[in-house]
């Protein structure tokens, strides 16, 4: 069984920073890729940011220069620095990852139980 558990998260004044941390547990042979998504009240879930095993990133427009993602491969750990925060980023922030548990089993995809995070104006 596959476990991913967040941290961090909370109350932030607008242009300040915060950190998010996800780390996944239990059989795992491969992660794929890591991910964070976000959904604020009355909007879908989106992607915020997503890295691959092979080191290849992708951001949404609206945090392109602001956030940072990073895995810790050894800790099977994704991080999500945000800086320069905006009221905009108040959200519900979700971990996901693509892990292939064992050798013998597909990939398959996974969720964090997700963390508020709440940006003052």
């Known amino acids: 069984q596959v476990q991913l558990v967040e941290s961090g998260g909370g109350l932030v004044q607008a242009g300040g920073s915060l950190g998010l941390s996800c780390a996944a547990s239990?059989?795992?042979?491969?992660?794929?890729?890591m991910a964070w998504y976000r959904q604020a009240p009355g909007k879908q879930r989106e992607l915020v940011a997503l890295?691959?095993?092979?080191?290849?990133?992708n951001y949404a427009d609206s945090v392109k220069g602001r956030f940072t993602i990073s895995i810790d491969n050894a800790k099977n750990t994704v991080y999500l620095q945000m800086n320069s925060l905006k009221p905009e980023d108040t959200a519900v922030y979700y971990c996901?990852?693509?892990?292939?548990?064992?050798?013998?089993?597909?990939?398959?995809?996974?969720w964090g139980q997700g963390t508020q995070v709440t940006v003052s104006s």
């Open positions: 996901n990852a693509d892990i292939r548990p064992r050798i013998s089993t597909p990939s398959s995809g996974y």
């Open positions: 239990g059989s795992i042979f491969r992660i794929n890729f």
């Open positions: 890295k691959a095993s092979g080191g290849s990133t």
